[in-house]
């Protein structure tokens, strides 16, 4: 069976850092995309960040691009995403997903795909950026 558990949420003040991880178990972490989503109240479920297991590409969505680093240690099955120079507007549920790369309907690169596309998830962690 598939989990993906996230920690690392909290609160922290506009301008610092968080690192949030993800970690997983059930499942061959080398033949996975692994991706953070947000879901801030109101709004819908949005991208952040994606990372392949098996070749190391990466997608950030443009709102986190220079800010937010994804990275993968496969030895210990799991990602993190550490999140630099936060904003109030990082304020969000994140979550992580999983999906084997071969289970993929690929319409382009990493970047093309959306919450759809990922099968498995994790509950998710509170980050809060206060102004």
């Known amino acids: 069976e598939v989990q993906l558990v996230e920690s690392g949420g909290g609160l922290v003040q506009a301008g610092g850092s968080l690192r949030l991880s993800c970690a997983a178990s059930g499942f061959i972490f080398d033949d996975y995309v692994i991706g953070w989503f947000r879901q801030a109240p109101g709004k819908e479920r949005e991208g952040v960040s994606y990372?392949?297991?098996?070749?190391?590409?990466?997608y950030y969505a443009g709102a986190v691009m220079g800010r937010f680093t994804i990275s993968s240690d496969n030895g210990k099955n799991t990602v993190y995403l550490q999140m630099n120079s936060v904003k109030p507007e990082d304020t969000a549920v994140y979550y992580c997903?999983?999906?084997?790369?071969?289970?993929?309907?690929?319409?382009?690169?990493?970047?093309?795909?959306?919450?759809?596309?990922?099968?498995?998830w994790g509950r998710g962690t509170q980050v809060t950026v206060s102004p």
């Open positions: 990372i392949s297991s098996s070749d190391g590409s990466t």
């Open positions: 997903a999983a999906q084997p790369e071969h289970k993929i309907l690929w319409a382009g690169g990493i970047g093309s795909l959306t919450a759809p596309d990922f099968g498995s």
